[in-house]
């Protein structure tokens, strides 16, 4: 299941980065939790439609938004993305980016969470490889 787990993230991140969420949306458990990371303001567990607010909230911030996969790490249900985040700050015109580490958790077929790290050593740790 995990290669295709893996085909199916692919699926998403292109789909995110042409602005099309169907990929998405087809992949997520009516059920999905979304993990911020642990140093932001605010840090917490969230049901699958505040995801989805918070994502329409980057693309209103940030003008060029990209999540570019970098590297798929599958283990059974769990697949964990580096993914390279960039953007171009709408007010200022700032372009900004960084590594972030998406580990994604599979029930049935569908995505049951996602959750977002700064640290790749927690990422997989999070996903049962360490």
């Given amino acids: ?3 295709r787990n893996v085909e199916r ?3 998403v991140y292109a ?3 042409a602005g099309v969420d169907d990929p998405m949306l087809d992949l997520l458990h009516p059920e999905f939790v979304y993990d911020t990371r642990e140093e932001l303001p605010g840090r917490g567990s969230f049901p699958k439609q505040e995801f989805l ?15 570019e996969p970098e590297e798929f790490i599958s283990s059974g249900e769990n697949v964990v ?3 390279r985040g960039t953007g171009v700050g709408r007010a200022s015109g700032v ?17 049951s969470s996602l959750g977002i790290y700064s640290d790749r050593d927690a990422a997989l740790e999070s996903a049962g490889l360490r």
Avoid: Q, Y
Wanted: glycine letters at 6%; proline letters at 2%; aromatic letters at 12%.
């Fill in 1 to 3: 299941m995990s290669r």
């Fill in 9 to 11: 993230l692919r699926d």
């Fill in 15 to 17: 789909g995110l980065n």
């Fill in 53 to 67: 607010d918070r994502l329409a909230e980057l693309r209103e911030t940030f003008d060029e938004i990209r999540f």
């Fill in 81 to 83: 993305v580096v993914v």
């Fill in 95 to 111: 372009p900004v980016g960084g590594r972030l580490f998406h580990v994604w958790k599979f029930e049935n077929a569908h995505a």
